[in-house]
């Protein structure tokens, strides 16, 4: 037994240290990647999500580039695995790539526990839209290479539009509705609920530079209190009269598609598409955005600085930003998420089909939204209006 765990090993390589890894160039850290495995930690909340990595990257992974995927759930707990894994005192990770963005992104450079810079590395890092300070910027946070751009998004309602006509589109002309049609409306307790309430931030500040800059305790609470009498006021008329909300946003959504609820929520403005095409909403079911504005920003993949797989991961992100693999989850009847490409610095025939499958049917042009989008606030605030949010309207 000895002898073959002795030779198993020896066919094993061994880790790569940082300075190898900086070393080497793109094809060698190609070749270093083949016959890998890495683990990503993501949302699996999506069938459509789940579909796009299980039927089409795994596949492609293994095929060009021999590297197998391992995925597991865990996104919002991203942080506190690397804090336990450090604490006991483990000099590796058991993660390889993570799926992040915000508060996480925030939480892990305070910790120092991310691989990089590393997107310039990347050969695909060229056609990124850096430009975008919605990509270029992350909850207000530089970048800095030491997370990679994956998805473009904006926060919208969906309604119903056999049942909400016209869609209210003031946080004012939406109170209205909420008392007018009793227990047809509400948000979950996570992200995308959090999210909604930071848009009601902006459309009740007395200006939009009031979210910018690092955060305020005395500023914080002149943007929180509107939007929390806001919310004592229609609580009553929630679904459920307030007392509870749906716990994530998958649990909104299925809310909706019974038709228990007359809107939802996405932070993917190409989101009701998909579902429709999917048959999961309503053909009536239609995303707007309040004309006060609604945020915009995007998701991100990182590394872990701990992880093992540190080339093989690379090349799976770049994998993720090549042409091929942002077209084929951009397509409404696959996920609807917005490419972070500069799809006209692509190659032919590229940008004329990003043109073509970018037509969506049910939710305003990208370019009408971004008239409205607003930029995220710092990740303080996030995690300061998660904690309000839960003592004043979950814990009592």
């Known amino acids: 037994m000895a002898a073959v765990l002795l030779a198993a090993c020896s066919r094993t390589p061994p880790p790569l240290s940082d300075a190898a890894l900086a070393a080497m160039d793109w094809p060698q850290v190609e070749a270093a990647a083949r016959g890998r495995t890495v683990t990503f930690v993501m949302w699996t909340g999506d069938p459509a999500i789940n579909a796009y990595i299980d039927g089409y990257l795994r596949p492609r992974l293994e095929r060009l ?3 197998r995927l391992r995925v597991i759930p865990g996104q919002a707990d991203i942080a506190n695995q690397v804090i336990a894994e450090r604490d006991a005192g483990r000099r590796t990770s058991s993660l390889d790539l993570l799926w992040i963005n915000g508060e996480t992104f925030f939480k892990l450079r305070q910790l120092q526990s991310l691989h990089g810079p590393f997107t310039e590395r990347l050969p695909n890092n060229r056609y990124v839209r850096w430009s975008d300070p919605t990509i270029a910027r992350d909850f207000q946070q530089p970048v800095d290479g030491y997370e990679m751009p994956w998805g473009n998004v904006q926060l919208l309602l969906i309604a119903d539009r056999e049942k909400v006509s016209p869609p209210p589109d003031t946080p004012a002309a939406l109170a209205d509705w909420i008392h007018a049609h009793p227990g047809r409306f509400s948000f979950d307790s996570g992200f995308t609920g959090l999210s909604f309430l930071k848009s009601l931030m902006h459309a009740f500040a007395a200006s939009p530079d009031m979210l910018e800059g690092p ?26 009269q307030g007392r509870t909300f749906p716990r994530d946003v998958a649990q909104l959504h299925q809310l909706f598609a019974a038709g228990e609820l007359d809107f939802t929520m996405s932070f993917n403005d190409g989101e009701v598409d998909n579902k429709i095409a999917l048959g999961q909403f309503p053909v009536s079911a239609e995303g707007y955005a309040l004309r006060t504005g609604m945020l915009r920003n995007s998701h991100y993949l990182g590394i872990p600085a701990a992880s093992l797989e540190r080339a093989a991961a690379m090349v799976v992100i770049n994998e993720l930003l090549s042409p091929e693999a942002q077209f084929e989850k951009l397509q409404p009847s696959v996920w609807g998420d917005g490419t972070v490409l500069d799809v006209e610095r692509l190659p032919a025939p590229w940008p004329a089909r990003f043109a073509a499958a970018a037509e969506r049917r049910r939710v305003p042009s990208r370019a009408a939204l971004a008239a409205i989008a607003r930029p995220e606030p710092s990740p303080e605030l996030m995690i300061r209006l998660e904690q309000d949010f839960r003592r004043a309207f979950i814990e009592h």
């Not at 305790?217 to 209190?225: F, M, P, Q, V, W």
């Open 215 to 240: 955060f305020d305790e005395a500023r914080y609470l002149r943007l929180r209190d509107p939007v929390f009498a806001w919310l004592r006021d229609v609580r009553a008329d929630l679904w459920r």
């Open 65 to 67: 580039h021999d590297i």
